[in-house]
């Protein structure tokens, strides 16, 4: 059973910076693809970052993109997200999720880890 669990959340103040890991467990990863997102209280979840189990394609959301650096461990089946410069408005809870590549939506979600960041 593919599992996913988060940890590296906290509280920093703005302009800080913080690196989540994301462990995957369960099953040989080769072709699936993982992912960051997040959901600040009274908003929807959104997409952070994205990079598939070869690390060879990243993707960003808009609002991150030369903050935040996705990254992958092949050997240690671990994803991480270096969060620099951060703002008040990056505050959520951050999810790390997993899918197969050929599959259009996230299946595995891990329980969530909770960044907050001062003004």
């Known amino acids: 059973q593919v599992q996913v669990s988060e940890s590296g959340g906290g509280l920093v103040q703005a302009g800080g910076s913080l690196r989540l890991s994301c462990a995957a467990s369960g099953r040989t990863f080769i072709s699936y693809d993982l992912g960051w997102f997040r959901q600040a209280p009274g908003k929807e979840r959104e997409v952070v970052a994205t990079i598939n189990w070869s690390g060879t394609i990243t993707s960003y959301a808009d609002f991150v993109k030369a903050r935040f650096t996705i990254s992958i461990n092949n050997a240690k089946n671990t994803v991480y997200l270096q969060m620099n410069s951060l703002k008040p408005e990056d505050t959520a809870v951050y999810y790390c999720?997993?899918?197969?590549?050929?599959?259009?939506?996230?299946?595995?979600w891990g329980q969530g880890t909770q960044v907050t960041v001062s003004a």
């Open positions: 999720a997993a899918k197969a590549a050929l599959r259009a939506n996230y299946e595995y």
